[in-house]
Structures are given as structure tokens and as C-alpha cells.
């Protein structure tokens, strides 16, 4: 072991001089991190960055509420909620919906009320506010008291009610960063939970530790919710590998504690990924960019510039020599850490899971041959293979989108897509169309 440990120190050693040298501090202390955590680890402790089997917890704790409103959320009356600090602010001014605002003694009782215990439900009302509470793991988002309809049929409206879109963090994502995707949703009706796992939590990961827990939390919540009654149904928004990788260790957990909860799902959009396979340059890609951020080649699109031959070429640019240095680095670190028997064994049933056991339920995959973290090439032979094995597949390629940012790029595209998707795919109540 000490001769591992002697192999991984010592490129993480050279990464960290390149990095004190040529970018932020911000950058510097997240990769020192890293660094800590090779030293502090065994080949037992170490384990992949998303989490794989969680261990049971009967205590559990809800993440704070981003509401506006609380009827219809029985599921609330079974949870204890910590009270919160409120301040009440201001609808946004780009949302053309009706503001009606209670008192924050109200808000306040609610969250008071709700125990763990079975309880009365508590008593509906309308909330048109933020709630500013701490970036933590998960947290709800409920639907806008008049949320758009454009199918003019009041059964979709109460489909969408009885529907919640759980949203699955990249790496480095925070709450608000799925904010907008949130507020898309909610804006048409649904229930959505935002989920992130925390740069801390994933490079200092541990069997047993905070993640998992946290993974094991948001499992246990689900099923509370859905066992409220048993039309209430779920949909899965992955963004990139971790995102992608965090829904099939919530799929493992379905499966081991109630395989009915499967049949639940009815809905799988898959954002800038999968890879489906340990491949140490993809990891390196995606650790990079959520080191670097915007300093990273991941963040910038490709450039179109006119072709004679083809009419448009996209052309990409290069990386600098501090981001050069740091991929490779980093390849060669997870180069060896994948290969670990643990870790390789853990990925391997959590890629499993996505490739051979997903739900019965359609799938819509958005990637771009620009990405320079998911290839394009890769999430196009995913598809093949899930349309092989039987499921409902539908693609979009964004062609010159970066990683994680065709939402940003092209809103029109993206809503239209997530739009035909939910209403043509997922709900039941609306007339399928191919």
C-alpha cells in the first residue's frame, strides 16, 4: 500500500505546483483536496465519486423547502423540518404570475407541525416566495399556484401535480445552479426536488460517510412521497456523469427496498452524458472542468466558420498549458484509482444497473459533438444499445453547445424539447405522437 500511495502523491504533487503557479487560490485549495484525500486513503476507504451501496438510516432529516406553495404535500406531515431563517422576497420580475403571499407566522407553523410521526395534513395555502436557506443537498421546489397549461386539459394539470422531476446535479453543481431548470418546471405545474452532491463531499468520500447518506436521505423522501398515494410517479433530470451515475445508485436502492418503486418512474432525461464505462479520460475531463470552471476548454462552445467542401466546420479550441498539465495529471490519477478492485467492482454494478436494468419507462438523451467532456461518439452507442434492449429512446444533439450548458445556449431548442418530451412521452393523459 505504501508504494500506491508513493504512486499517487507523486503527480498529484506535481499537479498542485502547476496550479499554485498558473490559476486561482479557489482552484488551489479544491485540488489540495484531492491531494488530501489520496494520502488519507487506503485501497479499502477509497471508493468512486459517486456514491455507490448506502447504508440504512431510520433518522432522517427533509432539506429546507423552496416553495410556493404547500397544498397538496402530505407526504410534509411525516418529516421533521428544521425552522428556518426567512426572508420573504419579491416574485421575480421576469414571471408574469399572480403574487399572493401569507404571513410568515403561517409559513412558520407549518414547518413546526411537521413531525415524523403520522399527522394531520397540514392545511393548504399559497405562497409566492423564496426562501433563502443554506446550499444543501436537496431541496423542493413546488409547483407555481398558476402554472402554464398549454394542453387545456385540467387531467394533465393534476397529472403534472402528481408528478415530481427529481433534477441530478453535475460535479461542482450547487442548488443554485439547477435553479433555472427548477423554476422551468415548477412554472408548468410540477413538483421538483434539485439534488447535489458537494465538491467537499465527493472528493473526501468515504463508504458511509455524508454522500451516501445524503443519497440514502433523498431515497427515503421519494418513497415517502409516492407512498402518499399511487398515481404520484416520478421523472429523473441527470446532468452529466455524476448526475447520470447518482440516478443508478438511487435505482439500486429502489430496487433493494421496494422493487415496485421502478414501475414509478416514468421518465428519464439525460443531460451531457453517459459514458458507460470506467474511462479514466472522461474522469480526468470532468474533475478539470469543475476545478478550472470558467477557465476551462469544457466551458467554451466550438467556433463555426464557412468550409467549401462541407459549407460549416466547427472548429474547437485548445487547451491552455495549465488545463493540458492538469488532464494529465489527473488521467494518469484515475488511471489508477479505477483500477482499484473496489472502486472498479463498485462502478461496475452501478453501470449495470443504467445499462441493463433502467425502467421500462422513455428516455431522451441532449449532448453535443462539441462537449469536451461526454463524447458525442459515446452517448450515440448508448442509444444504440437502449434502443436494442426495447426502450423508448429519443436524441437531440446540440452540435456547438459546451458541457452541461445547452439549456444557456439554445433555450428555444431546449424547452421545445423538454416540452414535447413530458407532454408526448411521459404523461399519460397526453395524446403520444412519434
Known amino acids: 500500500m505504501g508504494s500506491l500511495s508513493g504512486i499517487l502523491q507523486r503527480p498529484l504533487v506535481a499537479a498542485a505546483a502547476v496550479i499554485a503557479a498558473s490559476v486561482s487560490a479557489d482552484v488551489s485549495e479544491r485540488f489540495s483536496s484531492l491531494r488530501s484525500l489520496v494520502r488519507g486513503s487506503d485501497s479499502e476507504q477509497i471508493a468512486p465519486s459517486v456514491p455507490g451501496s448506502v447504508q440504512d438510516e431510520r433518522s432522517l432529516w427533509v432539506s429546507q423547502v423552496s416553495a410556493s406553495k404547500l397544498s397538496d404535500l402530505s407526504f410534509v406531515s411525516r418529516i421533521r423540518v428544521p425552522v428556518p431563517s426567512v426572508d420573504l422576497l419579491a416574485s421575480n420580475p421576469?414571471?408574469?404570475?399572480?403574487?399572493?403571499?401569507?404571513?410568515?407566522?403561517?409559513?412558520?407553523?407549518?414547518?413546526?407541525?411537521?413531525?415524523?410521526?403520522?399527522?394531520?395534513?397540514?392545511?393548504?395555502?399559497?405562497?409566492?416566495?423564496?426562501?433563502?436557506?443554506?446550499?444543501?443537498?436537496?431541496?423542493?421546489?413546488?409547483?407555481?399556484?398558476?402554472?402554464?397549461?398549454l394542453s387545456g386539459s385540467s387531467s394533465c394539470v393534476s397529472e403534472k401535480n402528481r408528478t415530481v422531476v427529481v433534477l441530478l446535479g453535475w460535479l461542482g453543481s450547487k442548488q443554485k445552479h439547477l435553479k433555472k431548470y427548477a423554476d422551468w418546471y415548477t412554472s408548468r405545474g410540477y413538483h421538483v426536488i434539485t439534488f447535489t452532491l458537494p465538491m467537499n463531499e465527493i472528493m473526501s468520500y468515504q463508504v458511509g460517510g455524508k454522500a451516501e447518506k445524503n443519497i440514502e436521505s433523498l431515497v427515503n423522501h421519494l418513497a415517502?412521497?409516492?407512498?402518499?398515494?399511487?398515481?404520484?410517479?416520478?421523472?429523473?433530470?441527470?446532468?452529466?456523469?455524476?448526475?447520470?451515475?447518482?440516478?443508478?445508485?438511487?435505482?439500486?436502492?429502489?430496487?433493494?427496498?421496494?422493487?415496485?418503486?421502478?414501475?414509478?418512474?416514468?421518465?428519464?432525461?439525460?443531460?451531457?452524458?453517459?459514458?458507460?464505462?470506467?474511462?479514466p479520460t472522461v474522469w480526468a475531463s470532468g474533475f478539470s472542468a469543475a476545478f478550472l470552471k470558467k477557465n476551462s476548454v469544457?466551458?467554451?462552445?466550438?467556433?463555426?466558420?464557412?468550409?467549401?467542401?462541407?459549407?460549416?466546420?466547427?472548429?474547437?479550441?485548445?487547451?491552455?498549458?495549465?488545463?493540458?498539465?492538469?488532464?494529465?495529471?489527473?488521467?494518469k490519477f484515475f488511471a489508477v484509482i479505477l483500477n482499484l478492485p473496489k472502486v472498479n467492482r463498485r462502478l461496475a454494478d452501478v453501470l449495470d444497473t443504467l445499462s441493463s436494468a433502467q425502467p421500462r419507462c422513455p428516455q431522451l438523451y441532449i449532448y453535443s459533438s462539441a462537449d469536451r467532456v461526454i463524447p458525442a461518439e459515446q452517448v450515440e452507442s448508448f442509444i444504440v444499445e437502449q434502443r436494442k434492449a426495447g426502450h423508448e429512446v429519443r436524441a437531440c444533439n446540440f452540435i456547438s453547445s459546451p458541457h452541461v450548458d445547452h439549456f444557456r445556449s439554445n433555450p428555444e431548442l431546449y424547452t421545445a424539447e423538454l416540452n414535447h418530451f413530458m407532454d408526448n412521452f411521459v404523461l399519460s393523459c397526453c395524446n403520444r405522437s412519434s
Not at 407566522?105 to 392545511?123: I, M
Not at 404520484?232 to 447520470?244: D, E, R
Request: proline content about 5%; hydrophobic content about 40%.
Open 94 to 149: 421576469s414571471c408574469s404570475l399572480a403574487t399572493s403571499v401569507t404571513s410568515l407566522s403561517a409559513l412558520r407553523c407549518v414547518y413546526q407541525s411537521a413531525e415524523l410521526a403520522k399527522a394531520s395534513k397540514p392545511s393548504a395555502f399559497t405562497i409566492r416566495a423564496s426562501l433563502v436557506v443554506p446550499d444543501i443537498s436537496y431541496r423542493w421546489h413546488l409547483p407555481e399556484p398558476n402554472a402554464i397549461d
Open 224 to 279: 415517502d412521497w409516492l407512498d402518499e398515494e399511487q398515481k404520484k410517479n416520478l421523472v429523473f433530470h441527470t446532468f452529466s456523469n455524476t448526475g447520470w451515475l447518482t440516478y443508478g445508485a438511487i435505482l439500486e436502492k429502489f430496487q433493494k427496498q421496494d422493487s415496485s418503486l421502478m414501475g414509478r418512474v416514468k421518465g428519464c432525461i439525460v443531460d451531457s452524458a453517459p459514458v458507460a464505462d470506467a474511462d
Open 298 to 331: 469544457a466551458t467554451k462552445g466550438s467556433a463555426s466558420s464557412s468550409n467549401e467542401s462541407n459549407g460549416i466546420n466547427f472548429s474547437q479550441p485548445k487547451p491552455g498549458a495549465t488545463e493540458t498539465a492538469l488532464l494529465l495529471v489527473l488521467e
